[in-house]
């Protein structure tokens, strides 16, 4: 059960989190931002239910979609868009743009541009907390198409063999860029694949707040009982294409749409917190107003911030140290 | 094949030459050995010989201009041959009888089309001992002249006195044709077969803007003050025993002017003070074994200076034979390259222009030169034998000594015209 | 006296007693001791978490190595065989390289990845590579490649202590190679200091891994002919010394690199097209570059030599730098 605090944190982060997206799809169209933007839209319950339950000493690995993960796991909104406008106040300098995005003081082993590149990343950090003998745990953020590269097949066996505390989470959003996922993957529901590492798995709804985040609590209480790893799958949808441009001619307008009205995890979390009683309308308000200037603020640091000077271009291929 | 006739590289110090005449005319056609053009260099007029037969197709120059070493001076070729091509790269500029700009552009020596095909490495060791890669062969892939080649034509090549080695090439002289009768088979200029060919004298008075000599003063002057740290001394002299000294010669009917004992003093002083006998190159010091001594002669259009070379071994009567032969073909223009350079201190005498002294520039690369003023009886205090302090009259000269500071220190100076003021006081040490 | 294997043992014992970060993943450490032996009952005193065995999965525990280093510890992760870096060459290019520069250089990767490469043991096409010259091609990945026993000895012990993820490259046909090796648990070979085998005169020989030693006997044959051969190990390719090979270069004016790479490509280029920068003027003689015959690497032993270097190519290639015949 989410208590109000957490409830309140979620619901302030899931805010963030879109008004960070949809502010970077204006930027994109307005050419303040350039390159590959993929947004997260829609997907927030999976990101902030899940930071929810970690600290700074927990490990994740995400992916190119990754804005929601790294500002869920406490990204700065200023710093996180200042990369994403190549800016030298961005968290890699300007060096990296939207997909590389890391900050290991807060337990984030970085955004990964390559489709499952993050999935043994997370597991060896699985594997450091393990010998380090640390209550900790490491989360795989990853998409249904990443579930079909060999890296998750392998990870997941590894991890499984050592008993890692790593969990790892499939957010299932229909597409690996174009493609549905029942023209490319062999399976509706990619949990069933645990069963090939004897590991559980869970299906939930990735759009409700509670049920992501009571399975999350579940895969994390046998992670730190040194059980090993689970695999959770979060059912979720783009409201966005694959990227910004994307003309998006594999699906319609329509079933969009419907994802949008019916099935918009902000708004069920709401309601989620008004009906329990966790929250008032005003309050609720109150925090989303309060992002949103966030938000703005954001946008001002990362607009008035320098560009990198070329001259340090090649600072940092090594540590110098 | 048409082929381009260049300004040709004619003595170590040319940079550019002044076309004085052409001696065949456009279209006609002209056989390699005969007689093409006359020109002038720094202080010769020299005629040159086309090197292949061939009709003159086109003059790029015309007489009077003034042109850097190696630039394409006409084209010679077969008769309606297109020359379009060569007069592009030729690319003759501006036809202008003033002297040009700027110094001549760095150009490879050797004429287009004899490229030397050499390793880098070659290349530098080359340089480093001034070897001449045309002449040395190559034993790599195609003729490539590599290192070791280089090294073994230094070791081959005889060891040659600077003064031989110059003349040898005013003589086109190959030095391994001679047989050099120096120390360890040395060759000195005695060894070397032939004469200079002599130049006719060239007294023109053109309205050329400068003549080669005086293009080749100015630079020569103004090169020695920008690149010398030139100070002077200045020292009174008792000539009353030169004086004595010419006067015994003349009993015995030899003529010895005040200048030949000057350049026999300043050999022999030269040979005690050797770094005022050497000259700097770059950041060496070159102390040579050999004293020429320069005798600053003025001559119509400005100045030059014949070089009595090894005048600390040929005597006073030596010098003052040889330099009155200089002197005289310097006078008619007659002086080859080779009695001109090699030097290694001059001495300039203004006394004659009743000059009391004078600060003469050094002539570079030499270290030093040594002004000489007029002769004049002047009242000098003297200490007579019974050690009483006496006024006397005496027949003094004034010296001046302009030195190099760069390698030659004020006190070595001093003491170097001490000496010399020493033998002219006392010729007997000359002996 | 130890042998390259026990060198390469000896510091990754030392180094795991020094420091407890450090441990050693890869296919059959554990027990078996790795297939040569450098990891020989390291089980025994370390137990099998700090010698771990993997499952046949390289991008899983290469990746795993690197998460591993991004969260505080010093894996020593072991490919059989460097063949199978392109099994797992998203992780090791796209991932171990880069992971420290695109996050703004907020991250340390303190990771050794060793393997063993070459020909000589008849293992043929995907088992025989030398592959080094990939990994120098890719910025952000030092590359070592010892070829004695002392060299593999303090290049690891750098490697180890490295805050930066290294490539070690080891020979296979080195393993049994024996020389003194300091005993001091210090004992620490710069990255990007090479190491000058033999003096000599006339040419400078550029040779790395096992082909250090066939440059030794081709120098040994040259002398024999009077020609004084230079042979310099660079020892590494990531940082690379190119100032002690244009110095050699200057005083002999000839250059040949070998290697057991292919030749296309091969680092040897990239020291040839360095060295006529730095020595042109110095050269008496085009440099010569000899390495593998484009060609996958044949099983049978006489075709497997008809593609790599021998020593009398190396011999002969001196011999015509030095315009010998």
């Given at each position: 059960m989410i208590d109000k605090q957490t409830g309140l944190w979620i619901y302030n982060k899931m805010h963030e989190i879109r008004d960070f997206e949809e502010t970077a799809w204006t930027l994109f169209t307005e050419n303040k931002l350039r390159g590959s933007v993929h947004l997260y839209t829609g997907e927030e319950a999976i990101a902030a239910s899940i930071c929810a339950q970690l600290t700074d000493e927990d490990l994740i690995a995400s992916t190119h979609r990754g804005h929601g993960h790294c500002i869920a796991k406490g990204a700065e909104l200023g710093r996180a868009l200042a990369e994403l406008m190549g800016k030298a106040t961005g968290y890699c300098k300007g060096r990296s743009g939207s997909m590389h995005i890391a900050d290991f003081s807060k337990g984030n082993l970085g955004a990964n541009a390559i489709v499952g590149g993050g999935i043994p990343i997370a597991t060896g950090g699985a594997l450091a907390l393990k010998m380090q003998n640390k209550p900790n745990v490491a989360v795989a953020f990853f998409g249904d198409g990443a579930s079909n590269q060999g890296t998750f097949h392998e990870s997941l066996n590894l991890a499984a063999v050592w008993k890692l505390p790593c969990i790892y989470v499939v957010e299932h959003n229909q597409y690996g860029m174009t493609v549905p996922s029942w023209q490319s993957t062999s399976v509706p529901d990619l949990a069933v694949r645990s069963a090939a590492y004897g590991i559980p798995g869970e299906t939930v709804d990735g759009n409700d707040v509670a049920a992501v985040y009571q399975a999350f609590a579940r895969a994390k209480e046998r992670a730190l009982k040194g059980e090993g790893p689970s695999l959770l799958e979060c059912k979720t949808y783009r409201w966005r294409g694959h990227w910004t441009g994307d003309p998006e001619v594999y699906r319609s307008r329509e079933k969009v749409e419907e994802w949008k009205t019916q099935r918009d995890p902000i708004r069920r979390f709401r309601d989620y917190l008004l009906v329990h009683g966790l929250s008032t309308e005003e309050e609720l308000d109150k925090i989303e107003k309060a992002a949103a200037e966030k938000m703005e603020a954001a946008v001002e640091f990362a607009i008035n911030s320098p560009e990198p000077d070329p001259a340090h271009v090649l600072d940092d291929v090594f540590y110098e140290g | 094949m048409a082929s381009i006739v260049i300004m040709p590289k004619q003595g170590l110090m040319m940079v550019e030459g002044t076309l004085t005449k052409w001696l065949k005319r456009e279209g006609e056609p002209v056989a390699a050995g005969e007689p093409l053009f006359e020109m002038e260099t720094d202080k010769l007029t020299i005629t040159m010989d086309a090197e292949a037969s061939g009709?003159?197709?086109?003059?790029?120059h015309p007489e009077g201009d003034v042109v850097p070493i190696t630039r394409p001076i006409a084209i010679l070729g077969e008769p309606g041959e297109d020359i379009s091509g060569l007069m592009e790269t030729a690319s003759p500029p501006e036809a202008v009888p003033a002297p040009a700009a700027g110094p001549a552009p760095a150009v490879p020596a050797g004429a287009p089309g004899r490229r030397v095909s050499a390793s880098p490495r070659a290349r530098l060791r080359a340089e480093e001992n001034g070897v001449d890669l045309t002449a040395v062969p190559g034993s790599g892939p195609g003729g490539l002249v590599i290192e070791r080649d280089v090294k073994a034509h230094l070791t081959s090549r005889p060891a040659v006195t600077p003064l031989a080695a110059n003349l040898a090439k005013a003589r086109g002289v190959h030095l391994s044709d001679v047989a050099g009768?120096?120390?360890?088979?040395k060759i000195t200029a005695a060894d070397l077969p032939g004469e200079t060919p002599a130049a006719p004298a060239s007294r023109s008075t053109r309205?050329?803007?400068?003549?080669g000599m005086r293009r080749a003063i100015a630079r020569n002057m103004l090169a020695s003050k920008d690149a010398n740290a030139q100070a002077c001394h200045r020292m009174n002299v008792d000539m009353t025993a030169v004086i004595d000294l010419r006067r015994q010669y003349g009993d015995l009917g030899v003529r010895v002017s005040y200048n030949d004992v000057l350049i026999r003093v300043c050999a022999k002083a030269l040979t005690d003070f050797p770094i005022v006998n050497a000259s700097v190159e770059g950041d060496r010091i070159l102390y040579h074994d050999y004293v020429n001594v320069g005798n600053a002669v003025s001559v119509p259009g400005g100045l030059i200076v014949p070089v009595i070379r090894d005048a600390d071994l040929i005597g006073l009567t030596g010098i003052a034979a040889r330099s009155a032969e200089l002197i005289e073909k310097a006078r008619e223009g007659r002086l080859t390259e080779a009695e001109y350079h090699g030097g290694t201190f001059t001495v300039s005498s203004l006394g004659m222009f009743d000059l009391d002294d004078f600060v003469a520039i050094i002539n570079?690369?030499?270290s030093a030169i040594l002004a000489v003023g007029k002769i004049a009886k002047a009242p000098v205090v003297i200490t007579n034998p019974l050690g009483e302090d006496e006024l006397a009259i005496r027949p003094m000269c004034t010296l001046c000594l302009s030195y190099d500071h760069r390698i030659i220190d004020g006190a070595e100076a001093a003491r170097f015209l001490q000496r010399v003021k020493h033998y002219l006081q006392h010729p007997v040490l000359l002996i | 006296m130890m042998t390259y294997a026990q060198a390469i043992r000896h510091v990754i014992q030392q180094e795991m007693r020094r420091d407890p970060r450090v441990f050693v993943m890869g296919e059959d450490v554990e027990k078996h001791g790795s297939v040569f032996g450098t990891t020989r009952d390291l089980y025994k005193e370390?137990?099998?978490?700090?010698?771990r065995n993997t499952p046949i999965s390289e991008s899983a525990f290469v990746g795993a190595a690197l998460g591993a280093a991004c969260a505080g510890m010093r894996p020593i992760a072991e490919l059989?065989?460097?063949?199978?870096?392109f099994v797992c060459a998203d992780q090791i290019f796209n991932q171990m390289a880069k992971t420290r520069y695109v996050f703004g250089g907020n991250a340390k990767i303190p990771m050794v990845l060793r393997s063993q490469q070459g020909t000589g043991r008849g293992n043929a096409a995907t088992h025989s590579q030398s592959l080094e010259s990939i990994f120098m091609h890719i910025p952000g990945l030092k590359v070592a490649c010892p070829s004695a026993p002392a060299d593999a000895a303090g290049l690891l012990r750098t490697a180890i202590r490295d805050d930066n993820p290294v490539c070690f490259f080891e020979h296979k046909m080195l393993y049994t190679t024996q020389a003194d090796v300091p005993e001091d648990p210090d004992f620490c070979v710069p990255f990007g200091k090479a190491s000058i085998r033999r003096e000599g005169a006339d040419v400078t020989i550029v040779a790395n891994l096992y082909y250090v030693s066939q440059a030794l006997e081709a120098a040994e044959a040259l002398a024999r002919e009077g020609i004084s051969a230079e042979v310099i190990d660079p020892r590494t390719l990531v940082p690379f010394d190119y100032d002690t090979i244009a110095e050699s270069v200057k005083k002999t004016g000839r250059l040949v690199v070998v290697h057991e790479a292919h030749q296309n490509n091969g680092w040897g280029a990239q020291v040839v097209s360095q060295i006529c920068q730095m020595a042109f003027p110095y050269l008496d003689a085009a440099p010569v570059h000899l390495g593998a015959k484009a060609c996958p690497l044949p099983f049978n032993p006489a075709l497997e030599a008809a593609v790599i270097p021998s020593v009398s190519e190396i011999v002969a290639a001196c011999k015509a730098a030095c315009y010998v015949s």
């Open positions: - | 009709t003159l197709l086109k003059i790029i009768s120096g120390p360890r088979g309205a050329v803007p400068m003549s570079p690369p030499e | 370390f137990g099998p978490d700090r010698i059989m065989y460097w063949d199978f870096a």
